[in-house]
């Protein structure tokens, strides 16, 4: 594939299974309630780590402490050994914590392939219009070269000309990857990348996340409420219930966890 992003470069090398993110004693209270409690866990580098429970439970909540946009009550965040605690959302983002979001955030207004090109000028601190707009040739080829190669990634290519606001659930979901992948992650966190879409989509959806982790040699993380999905695509599986994290482990410990059984997955 031409115009490969390489991720960034970790502040120290880290090899694969070496933990990437440390979350110790993360908690977010929101006047009486207690949204995060107390969460301790670490994601390890390469692998693919889910993240359940039922509604409410506070995972995206979680995710927004990771990603800087609610800063913590109390308990750290450490990124390739750096504390991030409380950093602001361009700053994790430039350190290279990359996400999508349960309610899509794409320009609507924009074509795919505009989409792509302003969050990888996002990443290098230039303006929306300078996104639009470009600074100089050399940098715009680049960026157009790149934007291109992840549209490639995510099959959306031959309609990057398309405004994104014509895109079905399914293509919006993909292309809100594409741009987080633009920014250059070395961490991505999905949320609910399969909510809104079809049967075949979902079913594709696994292979995909496969991919992308192995091509863009990424670690990822991920929300979602289909469990099956879940199962097959994790290595690792986190379930929070009120806040609190009842269980980390592989998805078949997990599965059996009566704690999980009674909180989430049923009878
Ligand atoms: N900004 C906020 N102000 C007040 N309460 C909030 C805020 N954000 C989240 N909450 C509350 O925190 C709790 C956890 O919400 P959160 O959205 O993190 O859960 P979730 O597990 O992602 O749920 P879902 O699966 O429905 O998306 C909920 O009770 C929610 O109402």
Redesign the pocket.
């Known amino acids: 594939m031409t115009g490969h992003i390489a991720p960034n470069a970790p502040a120290t090398p880290m090899s694969a299974g070496q933990q990437v993110l440390q979350a110790t004693g993360l908690t977010?209270r929101?006047?009486g309630?207690i949204?995060?409690n107390n969460v301790s866990f670490e994601v390890r580098r390469g692998e693919i780590f889910g993240l359940i429970?039922?509604?409410?439970?506070?995972?995206?909540?979680?995710?927004?402490l990771m990603t800087g946009l609610?800063p913590p009550s109390s308990g750290t965040l450490t990124f390739g050994g750096k504390d991030i605690t409380g950093f602001a959302p361009h700053r994790v983002a430039g350190l290279g914590i990359g996400r999508t979001f349960?309610n899509i955030r794409l320009f609507k207004i924009l074509s795919a392939l505009e989409n792509v090109k302003v969050a990888q000028h996002a990443r290098t601190g230039a303006g929306l219009l300078q996104g639009l707009t470009g600074r100089d040739r050399a940098e715009e080829r680049l960026v157009d070269e790149r934007a291109w190669a992840l549209l490639d990634l995510v099959g959306l290519a031959n309609r990057a000309g398309e405004e994104a606001g014509n895109f079905s659930y399914g293509d919006q979901r993909r292309l809100e990857i594409a741009r987080a992948l633009a920014t250059q992650p070395q961490v991505l966190l999905l949320?609910?990348p399969a909510a809104g879409m079809n049967t075949s989509e979902k079913g594709e959806l696994t292979g995909f996340i496969r991919r992308v982790r192995d091509e863009y040699d990424l670690t990822v993380m991920v929300?979602e409420?289909h469990v099956p999905l879940v199962m097959n695509l994790c290595d690792r599986v986190a379930v929070?219930n009120f806040?609190e994290l009842i269980a980390v482990g592989d998805p078949a410990s997990v599965q059996k966890d009566p704690k999980v059984i009674e909180a989430y997955l049923g009878g």
């Open positions: 977010r929101f006047g309630l949204a995060v429970g039922p509604n409410g439970a506070g995972k995206t909540t979680l995710f927004n609610t349960q949320d609910e929300i409420h929070l806040g």
